[in-house]
């Protein structure tokens, strides 16, 4: 799989990353069901045989569970294992599952040591700042309180490279008068495309590395949703209460997956596919974060990263979106 440049960091990347938010698990606030962890694992060391060289994961994602599966996962693979990029400023009190948000030095330096030791790993590739505010919950410290610290950790040698996910440009401004923001990570699909206007010719012009999420709206572009399947999501399925998986949009949204289906049977691709190859054509997308549960996802999403979508698939796509 061909690697491209990630931003200004040095690093070079695959353009398909393996998101591990849902091998987390569910039993929690955003999980996604109950998650089998050696299948998780068997799908981190798939992607890898298939040339995928990064795993972006946080430490919210199971509470912890998350970053401790890819852990296991990295001491099977030894020399070989990916770069890992992970993220800050949520937390839970020990022994509680409630989230908050903390910009507070002293939480974020407690959280690199934390994710270090639940990923044995002596240094992290990529830390990223999860979120500059968390909805409407209270947040403790400021972004710069908190940057300043993982400014202090990269020179420290306990983090390769510092980024931001879920930033509004003003709040990449606040960060970058105190150190560079090398990196951004905000969601995009062809559901939620409102980065579009602003956000990413600011980093195609700042030369900021861009690894998108969800580019399939959370499994829903697949393919392989329906009604009946989503209907019976567990209850600790997050999805279940997010509007895109509800109706009015869920039927216009599985509607909209057929027009995918057509776009992708011309190249013997599936709707996933063409939705992530759809992001990936953006000049200012450096990859995008695909959740991979087990190993036949992998080996059914990795045509994603070279399929070269024409100007009439992207048209066809897109008129339908205006319907």
């Not at 890819?70 to 400023?89: E, Q």
């Not at 150190?179 to 030369?207: D, F, K, M, N, W």
Request: overall charge negative; charged content about 25%; proline content about 6%.
């Amino acid at each position: 799989m061909k690697r491209r440049p990630f931003g200004k960091t040095g690093l070079e990347i695959s353009p398909i990353g393996l998101g591990s938010w849902a091998i987390g698990g569910g039993d929690y606030a955003f999980g996604w069901g109950a998650q089998d962890d050696a299948e998780s694992i068997a799908a981190i060391e798939r992607a890898v045989d298939l040339g995928i060289n990064w795993v972006d994961t946080a430490p919210v994602y199971g509470l912890g569970h998350s970053e401790e599966v890819v852990g296991r996962a990295l001491r099977h693979l030894g020399s070989r294992r990916p770069l890992v990029f992970t993220k800050c400023s949520l937390v839970w009190p020990e022994g509680k599952r409630d989230i908050h948000h903390n910009l507070e030095a002293a939480s974020i330096r407690r959280e690199v040591e934390d994710s270090l030791r639940r990923l044995g790993v002596e240094t992290i590739d990529l830390m990223q700042v999860h979120w500059p505010r968390f909805f409407d919950a209270p947040t403790a410290g400021s972004i710069e309180e908190g940057w300043t610290e993982l400014a202090a950790l990269k020179k420290e040698g306990k983090v390769r490279h510092i980024g931001v996910s879920n930033f509004k440009i003003e709040d990449v401004e606040r960060a970058s008068a105190i150190a560079p923001v090398e990196t951004l990570q905000p969601p995009y699909s062809l559901l939620r495309r409102g980065i579009e206007a602003e956000t990413l010719p600011y980093c195609l012009s700042h030369q900021t590395g861009v690894i998108v999420y969800s580019p399939m709206q959370a499994g829903l572009l697949s393919g392989k949703m329906t009604a009946a399947r989503i209907a019976a999501f567990p209850d600790d399925d997050w999805r279940r209460r997010t509007p895109e998986f509800l109706e009015p949009r869920l039927s216009k949204n599985l509607a909209f997956v057929e027009v995918l289906r057509q776009a992708g049977a011309r190249h013997g691709k599936s709707p996933g596919e063409v939705a992530v190859a759809w992001v990936l054509r953006n000049p200012a997308v450096t990859a995008a974060i695909v959740g991979f549960r087990r190993p036949q996802q992998v080996d059914e999403m990795v045509g994603a990263a070279d399929l070269q979508l024409t100007d009439a698939d992207v048209r066809e796509v897109e008129t339908a979106l205006g319907q």
